[in-house]
């Protein structure tokens, strides 16, 4: 379907403008198939953010590789059933991934920047799970 499913971890995350501390969104690894997300560790940060930007553990995923463009649907939690709308952007290698999403009622994005009802993401794929980097080679 797609080159960008797979498992990242996060590197960077903006939401509504600011910077968060790593405390926050270190421990995230995102695991992307071809209809769902599951965001493993979405429990290990403070409460305010435990989930993400999804504020959920799982949920549906519907991925546009035309118009490059991304939707999660949260299982649970503060947005649960909602879309939750973005664009992406991949580099050369295929590693890194910039996601920036749209909370429900907010308009899509169009920069790789959060503004006030968004968030941006970057994430780098990893192996697995446990965060080991992906090789070409595999």
Known sequence: MTGILG??????????TKWLHPQIWSNYVWEL??????LHFYNVCPSAYVGSFVHSESGQLSIDTDAKTIIFI?????????SIVGIYQS???GQILQVVCAFPGQP????FQALEGQVYEVWQRVE????SLKSDQN
Do not use: M, R
């Not at 949260?74 to 909602?82: A, H, K, L, M, T």
């Open 7 to 16: 498992h990242y971890k996060v590197l960077a995350c903006q939401l509504k």
């Open 33 to 38: 198939t071809e209809s769902n997300f599951k």
């Open 74 to 82: 949260p299982s649970s939690g503060q947005f649960e059933g909602q």
């Open 91 to 93: 580099d050369d290698s």
């Open 108 to 111: 899509i994005p169009t920069g």
């Open 128 to 131: 697995s799970v446990g965060g």
